[in-house]
C-alpha cells in the first residue's frame, strides 16, 4: 500500500459511495431522509448528489467535486429547501 495515506483512502471512499449514489437509482426522497441523517463527507457527497440530481445552481459556476472535498458545490440552503418540499 505504498503512497496510501488514510486520507488517500477516505477519498476513495468517499468517491466510490458518491458512484453508488448515483448509480443506485435512489430517488429524491430517499437521499433527502439519508443527507438529513448523515454526516461529514456522506452529508457533502450525497448533497452533491441531490444538488446534480435535481439541477440545483452550484455556488461556484465551474467548480467540480473533488474526493475528500468537505464542502458541498451547493448551498446548504437549497439542499434543505429542495429536501423540505418531499
Do not use: V
Not at 463527507?41 to 467535486?65: C, I, M, P
Request: proline share 3%; glycine share 10%; with cysteine.
Amino acid at each position: 500500500m505504498d503512497g496510501l495515506t488514510p486520507r488517500r483512502l477516505g477519498q476513495l471512499l468517499l468517491l466510490g459511495l458518491t458512484q453508488t449514489i448515483l448509480q443506485a437509482g435512489a430517488g429524491t426522497l430517499e437521499l433527502c431522509q439519508q443527507w438529513q441523517r448523515s454526516h461529514g463527507l456522506e452529508r457533502t457527497a450525497l448533497a452533491d448528489a441531490l444538488g446534480q440530481r435535481n439541477g440545483l445552481t452550484k455556488q461556484r459556476k465551474f467548480a467540480t467535486a473533488s474526493p475528500g472535498d468537505r464542502r458541498s458545490l451547493y448551498s446548504p440552503a437549497d439542499i434543505q429547501r429542495l429536501c423540505r418540499s418531499r
